[in-house]
Nanobody, 122 residues
Framework: QLQASGGGLVQAGGSLRLSCAAS????????VGWFRQAPGEEREFVAA????????QYADSVKGRFAIARTSAENAVYLQMNSLKPEDTAVYSC?????????????????WGQGTLVTVSS
């Protein structure tokens, strides 16, 4: 089971760090991705981190502002979000993929956790 946390209300230009924790699974055995869904919008890919090695993938809209990293010691994956913009407002969810390659399509992920709300005020 996956659980996302760390959301909240922040002013534009601020930062937040989201956490994706797993129970009953070892996250280092999965590709982990972050997705977000704004009100009235479709879910969109944000970032993903590889199972092995330093590989990462980002949506163009967050490149240079967001960073994804995993910590095996804590069995968690973090999404550091800097220089936040009002358009980053959404419910952010993490997901785990059993395959090896990085993926940006939601259908390629096998396990999902409940999301955490991020609200960026202007």
């Amino acid at each position: 089971q996956l659980q996302a946390s760390g959301g909240g209300l922040v002013q534009a230009g601020g930062s937040l760090r989201l956490s994706c924790a797993a129970s009953g699974r070892t996250l280092s055995s999965y590709v982990v991705g972050w997705f977000r869904q704004a009100p009235g919008e479709e879910r969109e890919f944000v970032a993903a981190v590889a199972r092995i090695g330093p590989g990462t993938q980002y949506a163009d809209s967050v490149k240079g502002r967001f960073a994804i990293a995993r910590t095996s010691a804590e069995n968690a994956v973090y999404l550091q979000m800097n220089s936040l913009k009002p358009e980053d407002t959404a419910v952010y969810s993490c997901a785990a993929r059993s395959g090896y390659g990085l993926a940006s399509r939601a259908i390629e992920y096998d396990y999902w956790g409940q999301g955490t709300l991020v609200t960026v005020s202007s």
